[in-house]
């Protein structure tokens, strides 16, 4: 079982919604068979990487809403945040633009680090207070990754590095009519939108592989009829 996700490192349900998602594949007996792929997604393409607000602040001007609203906005999500083990530091978080992030975890993919360099852009965002726009800063989490970080400044340094690959992840979510993120795909057949319960993504899992693995067929080599027994009954070979 395949399930692709898309997200984007400033977006607090895509965390919430991944720890769900790891929460449901913990209970899940088939859980070795699951391979889990994160897309690139970006919900502010155009965003500086120095926006000059705090997340208050741009939340508020983004809906239209009071610096209060968006405070008390932003209190409900850590507190949704809470309940699977995260800690979100609203008042100190860097807003910034996601691209190079992006363009680091691809790189990191081809070093199967992937997952864990995701993980780690996650938490220095929304727990940590770190600016994931700054490329020190990201040679910072990669190492920490166990990349090296100067082949990592490299990738980073070059506009062009993986790029495309980001590009790519972006333009399929457009195919497949993605509008907002976290976005999870199975298979490539079923959809979960949103940072659902951890309870719709454990049933979501079982209706999966109850219906995507495969079932034995046998082939009957069988030759004479009449020599079994069913139903608490056995056949009665007719006299030749």
Known sequence: MKIEVW???????????????EMALDQFPH??????????????????????????EVLAGKYGMSVDQAKQANQGVGQQASTVGLTFNFDEMKPTNTFDAHRLAKYAETLGKEALVSEKLLRAYFTESKHIGDIDTLADIAEASGLDRQEVLNVLNDKNAFAADVRQDESLAQQYGVRGVPYFVINQKYAISG?????????ALQKVWEEESPVPVLQDLSTEEDVSCADGNCAIPEKK
Do not use: W
């Open 31 to 56: 859980k070795d068979q699951v391979e889990v792929e994160f897309k690139s997604f970006e919900l502010d393409p155009n965003s500086p990487k120095n926006i000059g607000q705090n997340i208050h």
């Open 195 to 203: 940072a659902q319960p951890t309870e719709t993504f454990m049933g």
């Open 7 to 21: 997200s984007d490192y400033v977006c607090p349900f895509c965390y919430i919604g991944k720890r769900r998602l």
